[in-house]
């Protein structure tokens, strides 16, 4: 089976629509996110006929890797795959002694797996994944005084009132397929927290993805973070699994 190595202006694009049509637990707007802070050389393909059933990114963080697989190939190139973004990822390390990582989302048993077979182990709850259906509108945003929301190509952001700095913002990624919208990343500068305006940016984002054609929204936030959890509760997004971090401390 061809392995490739592409050209950055292509894996995005191309990726994000395999995902898509997987409809794997990684969100297409998670390739795209992920791809653009990664080099071309990064990335693999495994292809067949002239489609993509697979692909990792190695590197990561210096010694994290991300490998998915087509729904209909996990039996038999799973093991392959993640052995490979394994290795590659531990190739890439300037520190040997940093552990090769990876994230699992709780429900996915093949990868639990394969990353056992492999030596492996559990570490730690990463993050919670949250989904919140659009199928009625949502509340309207307040915005607090002295600033203003304004939405862009990427997303919805908040800005100043005075000198139109932006000092919120959350990402929207749509993925045409399933109708779920990606709320990430979302970011609040810390000189202006504690305002309401994650919650007013988030709001305005689910009436834009509404808009949009958009059935449900998904958010995904560290699991330790209580205020987030908090919000995204208050905001109607319940859990539907976790993220764990696995690791697998190699030989130099």
Sequence with gaps: MPVRRHDHDELIARLADATSRWAVDLHPGHVGD??????PDQVRTWEE???VVAFRVAGRF???FDAVVAPHRRDDLEHEVVEEAAAATSARRADPAVAVNTDVHDCDARRREVLVDLGF???RRWDLVRRRPLDVDPPPPVVPVGYRLVVTGAGV???TGDDDQRVAHVDLWRDRRSRVGLLEPLRTEEAHRRRGLARAVLLRALHVLRADGMVAARIEHDAANEPAARLYEALGFVVVCGTDGWRRPDQP
């Excluded at 992920?34 to 080099?39: K, Y």
Aim: charged fraction near 50%; avoid cysteine.
């Design 34 to 39: 992920r791809l653009r802070h990664a080099s």
């Design 49 to 51: 006929r002239g489609e």
């Design 62 to 64: 210096e010694a994290t």
């Design 121 to 123: 182990e559990r570490f």
């Design 157 to 159: 952001e908040a800005r």
